[in-house]
């Protein structure tokens, strides 16, 4: 017993571990949110079902990897909550999800770009309301799989064990 608590897990296996069955959730919230919008609201569906779950993947891996960041940085889990407020405030308000994108000052656009949420709406619109194939989806998926990849970076090198 004694060495299984000695063996080092490398953060990386338990930052994983830890995402993996949120991803199980977030794709089952997609499917519900999905199914809801075909068939009680009649949003179209224009483009390829496989395309959209890739997108939702990334997408769902981007956001739970900035909640894995922000819970290492935090040094309690109040101050964890209030750092999401920090992230998600900025994300509804700027990504183009409340208010038209291209209708923001620069600056406020600036900050956008930098938020997954931006380039995931873009790419969840494109998928539905278009039928965009990979060639159109490209430019907004490559900057959801680089934050995703910086930012699960980040949380690898700043993980430590605790017992909270």
Known sequence: MENL?????????????????????????????????RFLFGVPIVGSLASLYVVILVFVGAQLTVGITLSS?????????????????PSMLLSGFMFPFRGMPGWAR?????????????????????????????????PLLVFTVVVMTIAVRSYRKTLD
């Open 73 to 89: 940085l935090a040094r309690n889990q109040l101050q964890a909550m209030q750092l999401t407020f920090f992230y998600f405030l």
């Open 110 to 142: 600036g900050i956008g770009s930098f938020l997954p949420m931006t380039y995931f709406n873009r790419l969840v619109r494109g998928i539905l309301l278009k039928g965009n194939g990979v060639a159109d989806l490209w430019p907004n998926l490559w």
């Open 5 to 37: 608590l000695a063996t080092p897990v490398h953060p990386l296996e338990v930052i994983t571990g830890k995402i993996l069955p949120y991803i199980s959730i977030g794709l089952i919230q997609a499917t519900i949110i999905l199914l809801a919008a």
